[in-house]
T-cell receptor, first 114, second 109 residues
Framework: NAGVTQTPKFQVLKTGQSMTLQCAQDMNHNSMYWYRQDPGMGLRLIYYSASEGTTDKGEVPNGYNVSRLNKREFSLRLESAAPSQTSVYFC?????????????FGDGTRLSIL | GIQVEQSPPDLILQEGANSTLRCNFSDSVNNLQWFHQNPWGQLINLFYIPSGTKQNGRLSATTVATERYSLLYISSSQTTDSGVYFCAVEEGSYDKVIFGPGTSLSVIP
């Protein structure tokens, strides 16, 4: 059981380049999330998707777009990368809201923008 | 939006000691979770605890929702407990989860 899988694990970009971070979960979860974690800080929510076909902004959505491709997959796109987006990106998923179902996290994508 | 605070920000313990970590939140929440981020960066859910008390081995957690705080107890700490502990709350708008800044714990032999 893989849980939450993120690809790639590491990436270096130049300013202005674009890329998509991929996330897939195999737990049949409804909700999926993208967070960023900057050095020495907690996680900040970028976007989340409460169910297939819906997405909503979190705390720090500027500069990002997301796609809930299907129930399993939730991708994060940087259209024009900036050095301020250098961070570790985590994808997470959880089952229905209100149930005793915790969030499960992927191992993260370490992204550096030069 | 809701504010989440954690204390202390840093903690150093001798192996075998006990500790209490605190999470305060500024508004009512639908649920609360505690996570451990190990030194390799992996995030592991410890408790899903919107209210009441739960125990799992040497760890236990208590949330008093009416007073807007939660406590994580670590007993007989081990070096493998080192890392950062986060609490995360779900705001009134379901499925939006906000993390606190974390407590960095170092357990020394």
């Amino acid at each position: 059981n893989a849980g939450v899988t993120q690809t790639p694990k590491f990436q270096v970009l130049k300013t202005g380049q674009s890329m998509t971070l991929q996330c897939a979960q195999d737990m049949n979860h409804n909700s999926m999330y993208w967070y960023r974690q900057d050095p020495g800080m907690g996680l900040r929510l970028i976007y989340y998707s409460a169910s297939e076909g819906t997405t909503d902004k979190g705390e720090v959505p500027n500069g990002y777009n997301v796609s809930r491709l299907n129930k399993r997959e939730f991708s994060l796109r940087l259209e024009s990368a900036a050095p301020s987006q250098t961070s570790v990106y985590f994808c997470a998923s959880s089952a229905y809201r209100g149930q005793d179902q915790p969030q499960h996290f992927g191992d993260g994508t370490r992204l550096s923008i030069l | 939006g809701i504010q989440v605070e954690q204390s202390p920000p840093d903690l150093i313990l001798q192996e075998g000691a006990n500790s209490t970590l605190r999470c305060n939140f500024s508004d009512s929440v639908n649920n609360l979770q505690w996570f451990h981020q190990n030194p390799w960066g992996q995030l592991i859910n410890l408790f899903y605890i919107p209210s009441g008390t739960k125990q799992n081995g040497r760890l236990s957690a208590t949330t008093v929702a009416t007073e807007r705080y939660s406590l994580l107890y670590i007993s007989s700490s081990q070096t493998t407990d080192s890392g950062v502990y986060f609490c995360a709350v779900e705001e009134g708008s379901y499925d939006k989860v906000i993390f606190g800044p974390g407590t960095s714990l170092s357990v020394i032999p």
